[in-house]
């Protein structure tokens, strides 16, 4: 609900002040693209673009202008140069996860949901990759809401929401850095 994919039956949702519930479908896409970044744990890349495309993409669908200079520094923190012209297919799955976070982060969003965005990458991948998206989303004041099973990374949020079973087990510990 919070990523405009599903709507609540009751309640609201509100991003930038603006009411998810309200927005007809095409004003919820526009302004889902604008706002959210998405990492799937399938990683929804295109199977008819390359790397860079795939990338770029929510970007130019959207009519804006790729900051190239940051998503050149995107793709090399996340090792990503001697693959820009693979197509997906042809790349692992922590490559390919790799992908769809660079995906996520180019469009500098206000949200980014997360779904085990390390699930498929080594532990020094996996660290290089929160600790990356940790300090972009503090330098564009973004909110990182991650499910992760990894108690270590886990430990790196601000707040830690435990659920169980469906339950909400703990709402919100707060961890001091």
């Known amino acids: 609900m919070l990523g405009g994919l599903d709507r609540p039956t009751s309640g609201s ?11 007809k479908d095409e ?12 990492v799937f744990q399938n990683y929804n890349l295109l199977p008819v673009l390359n790397v860079y495309e795939n990338i770029v993409y929510p970007i130019e669908i959207d009519g804006g202008r790729t900051d190239t200079d940051f998503v050149k520094e995107i793709i090399h923190e996340l090792g990503l140069q001697k693959k820009l012209r693979n197509m997906p297919n042809n790349l692992s799955g922590g490559q ?12 500098k969003p206000a ?5 085990e965005p390390t699930g498929n990458l080594d532990s020094k991948t996996s660290m290089d990759v929160i600790l990356l998206m940790q300090s972009l989303s503090h330098e ?6 991650m499910i992760t099973h990894n108690e270590e990374i886990a430990r790196m949020a601000d707040r830690i929401i435990r ?3 469906g339950k909400v087990l703990s709402g919100g510990v707060r961890y001091a850095r």
């Open 13 to 23: 949702v509100t991003i930038r002040g603006k009411e998810l519930l309200r927005m």
């Open 27 to 38: 004003e919820l896409t526009i302004f889902r693209r604008r706002n959210i970044g998405f």
């Open 96 to 107: 390919q996860q790799r992908v769809a976070i660079a995906r996520a982060l180019a469009t």
């Open 111 to 115: 949200i980014i949901l997360a779904d």
């Open 140 to 145: 564009f004041d973004q909110t990182i809401l």
């Open 163 to 165: 659920i169980e079973d």
